[in-house]
């Protein structure tokens, strides 16, 4: 027997329907659950917001947010070939949300709805970003289908960093610095699978959903007086609400800090909206390259370390 003799045989199936045999009964809810696989394909980190999301008389099959950079998120779906129809949907539902990431998910792309993504994409600035996923059935032998999402549109980066340099030549050196800083902690982090995302901004944050909507995060930030931190930042659009997980949170203080070292810092925040519970570290992003490289390091391990602890504190009081 050669070594190949025992390897299986992939196969597509073409019709859609045998896993989710209605659109919007079937397919649409399956990706508001599965919303992060196809946020892994965009390389994006995604949290649904709404489903059948309203806009006029018409409505959004998804709308979503993506955590690292706060961005909306539109997502327009179907089970057949592309057709017009849904092109102008996901322009309108685009104005309707003022999106910066737009995605289109099909069976397949016709050639002129492709160009039309890449047309998008060429003639827009770097504030919307437009997606063509289709969406594919695959089975080994009897095995069950699995999906596979397959990104056959999608924003040139080359053309969009050449684009911001001309559009942004006075950006500062000081954001740059934040951007490749933080773009080797995503990158870390992603090949570790902490997160799906892929591309940093050029800010003193960069933050991940810890898992319940946008309401509650994990953060790495450049702070003030020479001091970083790792956070569970608490936002949700109700005060009351972010007041009361932190003192939930509170209760447990001494075992939490018990799981976890470091120089804590409590931050109710009462004259805020927001609350936060962080652990410091001196840094400053003017450092040497030695003393960053020694804070990401200590970012991605607290990163770790706060999924750990906080993670089931939070899926037991998050409702």
């Known amino acids: 027997m050669t070594e190949t003799q025992g390897l299986g045989r992939i196969e597509k199936i073409d019709d ?4 989710w045999p209605h659109e919007s009964n079937d397919f649409t809810p399956w990706l508001a659950e599965h919303i992060s696989e196809l946020g892994a394909a965009l390389g994006l980190e995604l949290e649904l917001q709404e489903q059948e999301a309203p806009v006029g008389s018409f409505s959004l099959d998804l709308l979503a947010r993506e955590s690292v950079t706060d961005r909306t998120v539109i997502i327009e779906n179907q089970l ?63 095995s069950r289908p699995a999906p596979h999402f397959n990104v056959v549109a999608a924003p040139n980066e080359w053309q969009r960093e050449t684009k911001r340099s001309v559009q942004t030549p ?32 050029a800010q003193s944050w960069l933050s991940f959903s810890a898992g319940h909507g946008a309401r509650v995060l994990y953060g790495a930030v450049f702070g003030h007086q020479n001091t970083a931190r790792v956070e569970v930042y608490i936002d949700s659009p109700d005060q009351e609400w972010n007041k009361n997980l932190f003192d939930r949170l509170m209760e447990q203080k001494d075992t ?15 004259n805020g909206k927001a609350s936060r519970i962080a652990v410091l570290h001196q840094g400053n992003i003017e450092d040497d390259e030695v003393a960053l490289d020694e804070l990401r390091n200590w970012m991605i391990e607290k990163l770790f370390d706060f999924k750990r602890v906080f993670g089931p504190r939070l899926d037991e009081l998050v409702t």
């Open 16 to 19: 859609l329907s045998k896993a």
């Open 256 to 270: 939490i800090e018990s799981e976890l070292s470091g120089l804590f810092d409590w931050q109710r925040l009462d």
């Open 80 to 142: 057949k070939p592309t057709d017009h129809d849904h092109l102008g949907k996901l322009l309108t539902y685009a104005g309707g949300y003022d999106a910066n990431v737009i995605v289109w998910v099909a069976k397949n792309f016709r050639d002129e709805h492709r160009e039309a993504i890449d047309w998008l994409n060429r003639h827009t600035n770097e504030d919307a970003e437009f997606f063509g996923i289709a969406v594919e059935l695959w089975k080994i032998d009897a």
């Open 170 to 201: 006075n950006k500062s050196e000081r954001n740059l610095r934040y951007q490749a800083f933080f773009q080797e902690l995503a990158d870390a982090l992603t090949e570790r699978g902490f997160t799906n995302a892929r591309k940093a901004r």
